[in-house]
């Protein structure tokens, strides 16, 4: 087995033993500071959660890595780490995000104050150097100047980041669909011989593992459950915002063209960004704020159909399985524009199945 392939498992496993760690001091802040996820009418759990379980994803990825990255270089002929200023502006951006969800997680802050935040941390991106420059022809468009790309990549790293905070609504959904994302890039980045990308990867994929188990498994009334938070949610949405820019930056000087790379990110988040996009549009049409929370997200709506917690988990998640091997599938034979067409009206169709679902039930939709 090559070096690469060792330091990529042993991420993993630093990782998730961190998080083995972690979780269960915070579990026992938690319960100390008493500091819940308190239940009420928008939110699905019916006993007080602890909250805080986020908190644990940036240290276990960076400890991890750290150790990993100390060992490579041990070896002379290995140390050839370098970190680009986009590298940078990367950690300085996530270390905002994460502790200003830290701080919502504890005190509460506002929807637009949060928005503020990210695009804040995202033009850092573009700032940086790091900006989508090619459509590959989506729509017929292909390379696209500075300014356009920046306001996109902003754009596209915020939306990124509030879809998997507002799809972070029952248990393991907003991390089952971000470990398959990761998983998704974790195999481009290995691919493009992207070293300290595919580490840093592995690294978040390792403590997800662990916040899984504790998430889904873990007993309320023995104290072993946790939800990820705001602080957990969010790191999450920007990392993978993140990655999509970088992975699908037309960059010939450092790896070459790839005409399905704007492709490949796209359809890693098709699920929460599309989902994102339909309750948009659905709270304009009634007239309410895009920033007013509710229950018409996609888990709400599966559940409404008459499935359970964990049975709807799975449908979403195969449901963003189904995407990307339909997409890996067409791609061949139809062109960027029609395959996301393609995806567009499936959803639609998904989302039409469940009001017929929902109406079955005699559930208003």
């Known amino acids: 087995m090559n070096l690469y392939i060792l330091c990529i498992l042993g991420v993993l496993l630093i990782s998730i033993a961190c998080g083995l760690i972690f979780i269960p001091a915070i579990l026992r802040f938690c319960k100390k500071k008493n500091l819940y996820d308190i239940p009420n009418v928008r939110k699905i759990h019916k006993t007080s959660i602890p909250r805080l379980g986020g908190v644990c994803f940036m240290p276990s990825m960076f400890i991890a890595v750290l ?44 929807a637009k104050t949060k928005f503020v935040v990210q695009i804040i941390a995202a033009s850092l991106m573009p700032l940086s150097g790091l900006y989508i420059n ?131 990110s796209y359809t890693l988040l098709i699920v929460p960004v599309f989902d994102v996009v339909r309750i948009i549009l659905y709270r304009l049409r009634h007239g309410a704020s895009i920033f007013s929370p509710d229950k018409n997200h996609i888990h709400h709506k599966v559940m409404r159909a008459g499935f359970s917690q964990h049975q709807a988990l799975g ?37 039409l199945c469940l009001n017929a679902a929902i109406k079955r039930k005699g559930v208003n939709v």
């Open 315 to 351: 449908i979403i998640v195969s449901l963003a399985l189904a995407f990307i091997l339909i997409n890996l599938t067409v791609y061949k034979y139809l062109d960027y524009t029609l395959t996301v067409l393609l995806d567009i009206a499936i959803f639609i169709v998904f989302n």
């Open 67 to 110: 150790i990993v990255l100390c060992i490579h270089n041990l070896d002379a002929e290995n140390n050839q780490i370098s970190f680009s200023l986009w590298s940078v502006c990367f950690f300085i951006s996530m270390s905002l995000i994460y502790v200003v969800g830290i701080i919502d997680d504890l005190v509460g802050l506002n």
């Open 134 to 264: 090619n459509l590959y022809g989506l729509f017929g468009v292909y390379d696209i100047p500075l300014w356009i790309g920046a306001l996109i990549t902003v754009f596209v790293i915020v939306f990124i980041n509030n879809a998997i905070n507002l799809i972070d609504g029952i248990d393991g959904l907003s991390a089952g669909l971000s470990l398959l994302a990761l998983s998704g890039f974790l195999y481009c980045f290995m691919h493009e011989g992207l070293f300290l990308y595919s580490i840093l990867i592995s690294g978040l994929i390792g403590v997800l593992l662990t916040f899984l188990y504790f998430n889904m498994f873990g007993n309320p009334d023995k104290g072993t459950k946790i939800f990820m938070g705001d602080s957990g949610s969010l790191t999450l949405g920007f990392i993978l915002g993140f990655l999509a820019v970088k992975y699908s930056m037309d960059n010939p000087n450092i790896v070459s063209y790839r005409a399905n790379a704007l492709l490949y």
